[in-house]
């Protein structure tokens, strides 16, 4: 959230991303002299600009509607087709839009009860799910009416203290309206009728979900004043993320067993390299399939998706010795996704033969050409071979993820690309990108103004170009483009 103490100038908070007045003045002169509508080029700064997003939880007892509910949310946003491994239906975190406003959702649905019995299983579910959240929609099937389990919810609710929205659900028309208002009783405020099913009230209880929702979280990472930089370890279960721990502060921290899946909750270590202290959060694996996980399995995936959210880096660890698989491939997508810098590591590298180690850099090119620009190191943790390359990468992809472009130089960039590479004639126009700006760092943001549609193959050229002229080693880029309005067309 912080990216305006990049500003040149001293304009306030979050008006003009990370321009500073004097930046954002000619910008705004130069959008005019193209046509472009003031407000429309404002909203563009500001949507590129945001930061981390605001998070909402869906949470509820198993059976009330809640994937539905989150489909539905999801199903509301104009949704961008993705070309890339690992966007899958089964993550955790969603993103979603309403009203113009961008925010994340965390599905707790599609567990099993385990053995602790379904009260106890809910109430860890919602727990988890709570913590990393800045508002709540807690769903109850008003059909069913209030049960223990939910009033159980309700306890853990009001303990957290975060805004609540209820959402009273299988409401398929007025005469369920009477089963929504007993849920008044709850003591949670006015319940909101929805059917997740057919989107009967949905509407209502987003815009609901946007007065609780905070316009953006408060970074808990990377403030101005500095304090430990926070790296989250990931990986599917048994790569050796608790022995990489051990290895780099030196000492056992972290319990190490050679069955999968040891770790549950993430464990934060101050850790000194290099004369520089860091934050490491050793977590637990992903395995594949979260929704269909039971139990405490289920409960250390969300926990890890947490912990992504509060790193400023994740370093992936990969097995090198076995073939790159899709919970590889869907591990790096959840820390693309959540905007962090990125480091990749290949660990047990000391077992790998000639053979395994030409087989590994095919797939290293095939499986994860979409994350070429992340910074990679051979290690092994169980020995400590090439520990001393990690810090430097990791300070690397820092220093990508927190990269600034001044505006001038970004067009007079843009000015030279688009004139040696047009956009291709389609339809008999050819659009061009006329002007951008950088709207902010962690991960670097960029919004492109446009005289016309600008496909995604030239997106991806564009974002290539950029990497290749200014570096933004280690981290991921968003672009978004704004097409200028033909009846803006006033020179």
């Known amino acids: 959230m912080n990216d305006h103490i990049h500003s040149e100038g001293s304009g306030e908070e979050h008006d003009h991303g990370a321009l500073g007045d004097a930046e954002y003045a000619a910008f705004m002169e130069l959008a005019a002299e193209e046509g472009f509508d003031s407000e429309d080029v404002e909203g563009a700064i500001e949507a590129a600009g945001h930061g981390p997003l605001p998070v909402l939880a869906v949470v509820g007892r198993p059976n009330v509607g809640k994937s539905t509910l989150v489909n539905r949310i999801i199903g509301r946003r104009e949704a961008v087709v993705e070309d890339k491994p690992g ?3 089964d993550r955790v975190t969603y993103e979603a839009e309403w009203a113009g406003r961008r925010f994340k959702v965390v599905d707790t649905g599609g567990w099993e009860q385990d053995v602790l019995g379904i009260d106890a299983s809910v109430a860890a579910q919602a727990e988890y799910a709570i913590e990393a ?5 807690f769903v109850v099937d008003a059909k069913v009416g209030a049960t223990d389990t939910d009033e159980a919810v309700v306890r853990l609710l009001r303990k957290a203290g975060k805004p609540v ?3 009273a659900n299988k409401v398929d028309g007025p005469s369920g309206e009477a089963d929504a208002s007993y849920l008044w009783a709850l003591g949670l405020g006015e319940p909101h009728p929805v059917s997740a099913l057919h989107g009967r009230g949905t509407g209502d209880m987003l815009d609901a979900v946007l007065e609780a929702l905070p316009e953006a979280p408060e970074q808990t990472f990377g403030t ?4 430990p930089r926070r790296i989250a370890l990931i990986g599917r279960p048994n790569v050796g993320k608790s022995s990489l721990l051990n290895k780099v502060a030196g000492e056992e921290r972290v319990v190490v067993n050679e069955q999968a899946g040891t770790t ?3 464990v934060d270590e101050l850790i000194e390299l290099g004369g520089v202290t860091w934050k490491f959060v050793d977590t637990a694996g992903i395995r594949k399939r979260v929704h269909l996980q039971q139990g405490a399995d289920y409960y250390a995936s969300l926990r890890t998706a947490a912990a992504v959210e509060k790193a400023e880096v994740a370093v992936i660890l990969i097995d090198a010795t076995e073939s790159i698989s899709v919970q590889d491939q869907r591990i790096v997508t959840m820390a693309v996704e959540a905007g962090r810098a990125l480091v990749i590591a290949y660990n047990k590298w000391d077992n790998l033969d000639e053979e395994r180690r030409y087989y590994l850099e095919r797939e290293i090119e095939t499986e994860f050409g979409q994350v070429a620009w992340a910074p990679r190191v051979n290690v092994s943790a169980r020995t400590g071979r090439h520990m001393e390359k990690l810090v430097p990468a990791v300070e690397a992809a820092l220093a990508g993820w927190e990269t600034r ?3 001038g130089r970004l067009n007079a960039f843009l000015g030279e690309l688009v004139a040696a590479h047009p956009h291709p004639i389609r339809g008999g126009k050819q659009p061009r990108i006329l002007f951008g700006t950088q709207a902010g760092t962690k ?6 103004f446009a005289s016309g549609f600008i496909e995604a193959g030239y997106r991806r050229f564009i974002e290539r170009r950029l990497r290749e002229e200014f570096g933004f080693e280690g981290t991921p880029i968003h672009i978004s483009v704004r097409v200028r309005e033909k009846r803006g067309k006033k020179k």
């Open 133 to 137: 959240a800045d508002a709540v929609v």
């Open 165 to 167: 929205v209820l959402a």
């Open 87 to 89: 966007v899958t239906r």
């Open 264 to 266: 549950r909750d993430p």
């Open 224 to 227: 101005a004043i500095g304090g």
């Open 405 to 407: 472009v001044p505006t």
């Open 443 to 448: 991960p670097p943001r960029f919004v492109l």
